[in-house]
């Protein structure tokens, strides 16, 4: 009995003393997060799109004390052409490790992972759109901020897509906030 009371005092000690943003993920190893930002056309791609947005939604995995992580992102990716009223959708599902660099304060760390990537091209006038999944990868770094109730990101990641003929480049830049 005394040394449960003396274990639950050791315990509540160590979690108070730490900072907020550590005692989240200590009791949150799961979060999920929402992210937005410009899409850079990167190769082939940029001489027909202009730079585009993107949306990302993400479900994060990260044990305490471990340095890797598990992320799975749903992301749109949007391209406007650079001549014509078409446009061009990358929807993607990824799965993708993320390693923290040892740091204090800020937290960087890098991403890379792979997943199905799905094109749509489309224009006004047109009865129906082009559609192709395939598959694709993506690496890139990031900094994630630890706030009070969530943490905030930076993050920048090249994306390769083997389509017919060639590939899709990109990089989008986003910020985002995970819960």
Same mark, same amino acid.
């Given at each position: 009995?005394?040394?449960?009371? $003396?274990?639950?005092? $050791?315990?509540?000690?160590?979690? +108070?003393? !730490?900072? *907020?943003s550590?005692?989240?993920? %200590?009791?949150?190893?799961?979060?999920?997060? @929402?992210?937005?930002?410009?899409?850079?056309?990167? *190769?082939d791609?940029k001489?027909? /799109?202009?730079t585009?947005?993107?949306? /990302? @939604?993400?479900?994060?995995?990260?044990?305490? !004390?471990?340095? $890797?992580?598990?992320?799975?992102?749903? #992301?749109?990716?949007?391209?406007?052409?650079? @001549? =014509?009223?078409?446009?061009l959708?990358?929807?993607?599902?990824?799965?993708?490790? /993320? &390693?923290?660099?040892p740091?204090?304060? %800020?937290?960087?760390? +890098?991403?890379?992972? *792979? =997943? !199905?990537?799905?094109?749509v +091209?489309?224009?006004?006038?047109?009865?129906?759109?082009?559609? #192709?999944?395939?598959?694709?990868?993506?690496?890139?770094?990031?900094?994630?901020?630890?706030? /009070?109730v969530?943490? *905030?990101? %930076?993050?920048?990641? &090249?994306?390769? +897509?083997?389509v017919?003929?060639?590939?899709?480049?990109?990089?989008?830049?986003?910020?985002?906030? !995970?819960?």
């Amino acid at each position: 009995m005394k040394r449960s009371i $003396v274990f639950a005092l $050791v315990a509540g000690l160590v979690l +108070v003393s !730490m900072p *907020a943003s550590a005692q989240l993920s %200590v009791l949150k190893p799961i979060s999920l997060g @929402v992210a937005g930002g410009g899409s850079l056309p990167m *190769a082939d791609l940029k001489d027909g /799109t202009e730079t585009g947005y993107n949306g /990302t @939604v993400a479900l994060a995995i990260k044990l305490p !004390m471990i340095p $890797v992580g598990l992320r799975f992102d749903g #992301a749109l990716n949007h391209f406007g052409a650079k @001549v =014509g009223d078409s446009k061009l959708n990358i929807i993607s599902g990824t799965a993708n490790l /993320t &390693y923290n660099l040892p740091s204090i304060g %800020v937290s960087p760390y +890098v991403i890379g992972g *792979a =997943g !199905m990537y799905s094109s749509v +091209v489309s224009a006004s006038g047109l009865p129906s759109s082009a559609r #192709a999944n395939d598959f694709g990868w993506n690496a890139g770094a990031g900094i994630a901020l630890p706030l /009070t109730v969530f943490k *905030a990101f %930076v993050e920048a990641r &090249y994306n390769s +897509v083997s389509v017919d003929g060639g590939k899709l480049e990109f990089m989008p830049l986003t910020f985002g906030i !995970m819960f």
